[in-house]
């Protein structure tokens, strides 16, 4: 298994530009997940999906699409492209499952794509 | 407030050392909990759930106090290898909201 995996792994965009980051996982995992990892503050989740068809907002979805045609695709698009949207990209899939009598859900992340808007 | 609070560091400890992290998080309603460890310029990756009664896992032991709201990682007996950054994680059941600490800084020296 290739595992999660992420499309580019480095990015310059120009301010006002488009482009979409794409992410594929062949776990058949039903969640998959898109953050955004800036310095000091952590990962914060963009958007995500529970399933083919089903997509839904995160803490900070502005500027951000998602569909989810496939149960093993989840791109990201930057519609038009901010120097506030400079980050590194991560891609996360997870199945829920119980361990210890507590539901749980590892997620995989991929290794990410950093992104620049200049 | 954050939601999800971890004191950042660096701690800088030598070979060999006990080094303890602890994570605070707001909503009492959180059902599972994680820890992550993130190297550098690379993809976190779990290390261990965290479940009520402490577990433990070779020389880490995750710990648990629902009725304080924070979670505890002991790294015993530190190895070169262990120099990363450990991501505290928090997640509500039935809205898919999981959310990250900042991350604590560890710095393991021979």
């Known amino acids: 298994n290739a595992g999660v995996t992420q499309t580019p792994k480095f990015q310059v965009l120009k301010t006002g530009q488009s482009m979409t980051l794409q992410c594929a996982q062949d776990?058949?995992?039903?969640?998959m997940s898109w953050y955004r990892q800036d310095p000091g503050m952590g990962l914060r989740l963009i958007h995500y999906s529970v399933g083919a068809g089903i997509t839904d907002q995160g803490e900070v979805p502005n500027g951000y699409n998602v569909s989810r045609s496939t149960t093993e695709d989840f791109p990201l698009r930057l519609l038009s492209a901010a120097p506030s949207q400079t980050s590194v990209y991560f891609c996360?899939?997870?199945?829920?499952?119980?361990?210890?009598?507590?539901?749980?859900?590892?997620?995989?992340f991929g290794p990410g794509t950093r992104l620049t808007v200049l | 407030r954050k939601e999800v609070e971890q004191d950042p560091g660096p701690f800088n400890v030598p070979e060999g050392a006990t080094v303890a992290f602890n994570c605070t998080y707001s909503n009492s309603a959180s059902q599972s909990f994680f820890w992550y460890r993130q190297d550098c310029r690379k993809e976190p990756k779990l290390l261990m759930s965290?479940?009520?009664s402490g577990n433990e896992d070779g020389r880490f032991t995750a710990q648990l106090n629902r009725a304080s709201q924070y979670i505890s990682l002991l790294i015993r007996d530190s190895k070169l290898s262990d120099s990363a950054t450990y991501l505290c994680?928090?997640?509500?059941?039935?809205?898919?909201?999981?959310?990250f600490g900042a991350g604590t800084r560890l710095f393991v020296k021979a």
């Open positions: 965290v479940y009520s």
């Open positions: 994680v928090v997640h509500n059941t039935g809205g898919f909201k999981t959310i």
């Open positions: 996360a899939s997870s199945r829920k499952g119980l361990a210890g009598g507590s539901y749980t859900d590892t997620q995989y």
């Open positions: 776990m058949n995992h039903e969640y």
